[in-house]
């Protein structure tokens, strides 16, 4: 009897550390925007200049969703770092205050090539946005990958990088 206990134990445990990497690790299922243009928008940067999503019609980005009170923004900010060298990265600074974000970049650092400031989180609505961090690629004006959650070099390989 007590080895039926242990065997349902050991097999309950390992239901949940499996359970518990999909929940954490989720969500990579096609998004509903893949495919559809960036949303119209009108907004500033972070430095208070004006941008739209026509900033977007003729260029190849990671647009990331980010904000200087997400945990798991600042985990996966050394990789977008890398991927940097490689690819123009547009933030989106997702419901936050506009000097707690130039603070947080100044100490982490900013590869950003632009930050648009979206206090109110009406362009992440747009995007479909669930909460920070998500990440999508546009080529040329289109959304044509998209995850939630942290990027990291498997989702990067995974999701982006054949889209390139």
């Not at 243009?37 to 940067?45: A, I, M």
Request: proline share 4%; hydrophobic share 40%; charged share 20%.
């Amino acid at each position: 009897m007590q080895l039926i206990k242990i065997s349902s134990l050991i097999l309950l445990s390992i239901f949940f550390v499996f359970l518990g990497g999909i929940i954490l690790d989720g969500n990579e299922s096609e998004s509903v925007i893949s495919g559809k243009p960036f949303p119209v928008f009108q907004q500033k940067t972070l430095d208070g200049k004006d941008i739209s999503n026509k900033y977007f019609s003729d260029k190849t980005v990671l647009v990331n969703i980010w904000a200087s009170w997400c945990i798991t923004c600042l985990v996966e900010h050394p990789f977008l770092e890398s991927l940097a060298e490689d690819i123009n990265i547009v933030g989106v600074n997702y419901k936050d205050d506009p000097k707690n974000a130039s603070d947080w970049l100044t100490k982490h650092g900013n590869f950003f090539t632009v930050n648009i400031h979206d206090p109110q989180g009406n362009l992440a609505i747009d995007l479909g946005v669930t909460g920070a961090p998500e990440s999508f690629l546009v080529v040329n004006g289109k959304i044509v990958s998209h995850i939630i959650g942290e990027m990291n070099q498997r989702k990067w390989e995974q999701h982006f990088a054949p889209n390139l």
